[in-house]
């Protein structure tokens, strides 16, 4: 009870404890009074805004438009500022308010940026006339009316406009939006809406009839480049210093938006002391250094796959964050193929590209690409985000890659299996966009030798490789004949491939002996009987090609190769029919466009000539309609079956290479 009365006497209303002027409460000491801190720094983005069109960093396209239309007293009535954030779409917005109300503005449309107005506009504070509305908090039908309302109003003078900037309207209901739509359609005279939005998809699906009363200007990211220079000269007017690698690791970190870079900076200036450094810059946010990825490259191509879990260790270790690292992994995937590529490799300092070349030169291409498509599938589903244990996944993630088979160029293993000479175009890498087939090898040993149990088969006649000769379009049935020997010719056609001293020594085109002679059966009927002259070697057809006695085989032969056929012909000629009459193959085609282009005699020569590469003697094409749409089930092929066929003339036309296949368990892939 006493305790109570105390307590009550002490806190009794009018009695309020006091503390003796110069004494600190509670330390029952007297101290002398500091002066108040200086609490008046204002953020770097805020400080350093642009007040003029141009100052405006990568949105000429916006600014200029919107200068030329304030000086040519073009301004339309409402606009929509589509982008990123951070990108300058509330700033242009304020900027052209300005402009719009800037007693001293320029004859080119730049506000003067100094007057009492603009000042006011700028900073953002209390106008008469510009507006600024956070559709976040106000985004009901009761606030689009109350502006609605408000709009009404003429501007405080005559001559100025009256300005209403919406933030974040993909924000604003369907109700608000219907609200609205009257006053856009015919707004007050005077009166400006700029509606400023990072969604815009948003509200095409709420408000579509809004996008068509509106000026739509899409902001574009800021590039590192630009955000580097800006920074440059913000620090500049601040008294410090950055270096190169910190400045592009904030462009970096900032995703294209000029305010996030500078609010990073601002934050790394309160760590430093006037002196930015990369190690500061990583401190602050988190990124994992460039050594770490190099290091687990190394891993990677020396195949250390115990390493990997000291290096997952390592980094939770030093509290890095594993989706940071993992984001920092795509990025250093798509340096290492940019690099290997032969391409300039993205914001690398010239004193770390050397490093990262070396690493890119251990890894193929197709091994890069095929590891950066495995990272990205994270990504896709999210599922490094949205898991508990987000290390495991990451470690199953490099282990994978550890795993990969390395891919290897047909080429590449030929040769290492004692293959000489030229390869042919289907083979080959190629110098031009036709990529050759690849093989999908296990990694090899460099401990190990030779494979033990391989013995490539031995090529009869000279160690001259593959032949040279133009190989078959895809899915070309095989040669006939792997004996090396060339095949007789027919009645009434020239021998084109037989050994001996009849042979012309001066025609290149007609090899004597061996492997690599072209044998492709008779040549075309057209030439003449007899040994060919050195003066007028006969045409020699791809050695490949097998020539067929049937028409309609040999038709069937050409809808499955594709070579020859004009495009955009295919679908009708696959659903087509045929039969054989008087000599003439007869094809009916399924009435439509590809009908009448059928039935043009250019487009008939053309196929007749893609026929006469797989016939013994030359046959006439007719074209007609079909009765009903039927397709011959013959002819219906899958895109499967014409890689299967591809793959298996592949394999019968180089034994070497199927003898490689089979005994290294290797799979071919197109």
């Known amino acids: 009870m006493l305790l109570r009365s105390t307590w009550g006497a002490f806190f009794s209303p009018g009695r309020v404890p006091s503390v003796p002027k110069g004494a600190c409460p509670g330390s029952g000491r007297s101290t002398r009074l500091l002066p108040a801190a200086d609490l008046s720094h204002t953020a770097l983005a805020r400080k350093y805004r642009p007040r003029r069109f141009s100052e405006v960093a990568t949105q000429e396209h916006v600014s200029e438009t919107l200068r030329r239309a304030v000086s040519t007293d073009r301004v339309g009535h409402a606009y929509l500022f589509c982008g990123p954030r951070g990108v300058g779409k509330t700033t242009l917005a304020r900027v052209l308010a300005m402009a719009l109300n800037c007693p001293d503005r320029q004859d080119s449309g730049e506000p003067c940026g100094q007057c009492d107005d603009c000042t006011r506009i700028w900073s953002g504070t209390t106008s008469l006339d510009v507006v600024e509305i956070d559709a976040a908090t106000n985004r009901g039908v009761d606030d689009a009316r109350q502006l609605r309302e408000r709009a009404m109003y003429a501007p405080s003078e005559e001559a100025r406009y009256k300005i209403y900037i919406v933030d974040e309207a993909h924000m604003l209901t369907r109700e608000a939006w219907n609200a609205l739509l009257?006053?856009?359609?015919?707004?007050?005279?005077?009166?400006?809406?700029?509606?400023?939005?990072?969604?815009?998809?948003?509200?095409?699906?709420?408000?579509?009839?809004?996008?068509?009363?509106?000026?739509?200007?899409?902001?574009?990211?800021?590039?590192?480049?630009?955000?580097?220079?800006?920074?440059?000269?913000?620090?500049?007017?601040?008294?410090?210093?950055?270096?190169?690698?910190?400045?592009?690791?904030?462009?970096?970190?900032?995703?294209?938006?000029?305010?996030?870079?500078?609010?990073?900076?601002?934050?790394?200036?309160?760590l430093s002391d006037g002196r930015v450094d990369a190690e500061a810059v990583r401190r602050v946010l988190g990124v994992v250094e460039e050594e770490r990825y190099l290091e687990l490259f190394d891993l990677l191509a020396g195949g250390e796959r115990a390493g990997i879990f000291g290096l997952v260790e390592a980094l939770l270790d030093q509290g890095y964050d594993l989706v940071e690292f993992y984001h920092g992994l795509l990025e250093a995937l798509r340096t290492l193929l940019r690099l290997r590529v032969g391409g300039e490799g993205a914001d690398l300092p010239e004193e770390r590209r050397a490093d990262w070349a070396t690493r890119a030169d251990?890894?193929?291409?197709?091994?890069?690409?095929?590891?950066?498509?495995?990272?990205?599938?994270?990504?896709?589903?999210?599922?490094?985000?949205?898991?508990?244990?987000?290390?495991?996944?990451?470690?199953?993630?490099?282990?994978?890659?550890?795993?990969?088979?390395?891919?290897?160029?047909?080429?590449?293993?030929?040769?290492?299996?004692?293959?000489e000479g030229p390869l042919p175009a289907e083979l080959g890498r190629g110098g031009g966009e036709g990529g050759g087939a690849g093989l999908s090898a296990p990694r090899p040993d460099p401990q190990a030798g030779p494979h033990p149990?391989?013995?490539?088969?031995?090529?009869?006649?000279?160690?001259?490789?593959?032949?040279?000769?133009?190989?078959?379009?895809?899915?070309?049935?095989?040669e006939p004949s792997s004996s090396g020997s060339p095949q007789p010719p027919s009645s009434g056609s020239p021998s084109t491939g037989a050994p001996g001293p009849a042979a012309p020594t001066a025609g290149p085109a007609v090899p004597t002996a061996g492997p690599a002679v072209p044998t492709a059966g008779p040549a075309a009927p057209t030439a003449t009987a007899g040994p060919p002259t050195p003066e007028a070697p006969p045409e020699v057809p791809p050695p490949s090609s097998r020539r067929f006695g049937d028409p309609q085989v040999a038709w069937r032969a050409l809808l499955k190769s594709g070579a020859g056929i004009p495009q955009g012909l295919s679908p009708f000629l696959m659903a087509s029919g045929t039969r054989v009459e008087s000599g003439t193959l007869v094809v009916a085609v399924p009435p439509g466009p590809g009908l009448e282009r059928l039935q043009d005699r250019s487009t008939a020569t053309q196929l007749e000539k893609a026929l006469a590469r797989n016939l013994e003697a030359a046959v006439a094409l007719r074209f007609e309609e079909a009765e009903e749409r039927k397709e011959d089930p013959e002819v219906r092929i899958t895109t499967g079956e014409v890689q299967q066929g591809r793959l298996r003339d592949l394999l019968e036309q180089e034994p070497g290479l199927r003898a490689a296949v089979e005994e290294l368990d290797l799979e071919i892939m197109d």
């Open 182 to 270: 009257k006053i856009l359609e015919e707004p007050p005279p005077r009166v400006i809406f700029i509606f400023a939005t990072t969604e815009p998809q948003k509200i095409e699906q709420t408000a579509a009839p809004i996008l068509s009363r509106c000026q739509r200007f899409d902001f574009r990211r800021v590039g590192v480049g630009d955000i580097v220079e800006r920074l440059r000269e913000v620090l500049g007017w601040e008294d410090s210093e950055a270096s190169e690698e910190a400045l592009r690791i904030i462009a970096r970190k900032a995703d294209g938006g000029m305010r996030d870079a500078l609010s990073i900076t601002d934050q790394v200036l309160a």
């Open 362 to 419: 251990r890894f193929e291409p197709a091994d890069l690409i095929r590891m950066l498509g495995m990272a990205a599938e994270l990504e896709t589903t999210g599922s490094l985000r949205r898991t508990n244990q987000p290390r495991v996944l990451l470690e199953l993630l490099l282990l994978r890659f550890s795993y990969l088979d390395r891919t290897l160029a047909v080429e590449e293993l030929l040769h290492a299996l004692g293959g």
């Open 453 to 478: 149990g391989f013995h490539p088969e031995p090529r009869v006649a000279p160690q001259s490789g593959f032949r040279p000769s133009p190989q078959p379009g895809p899915g070309s049935p095989p």
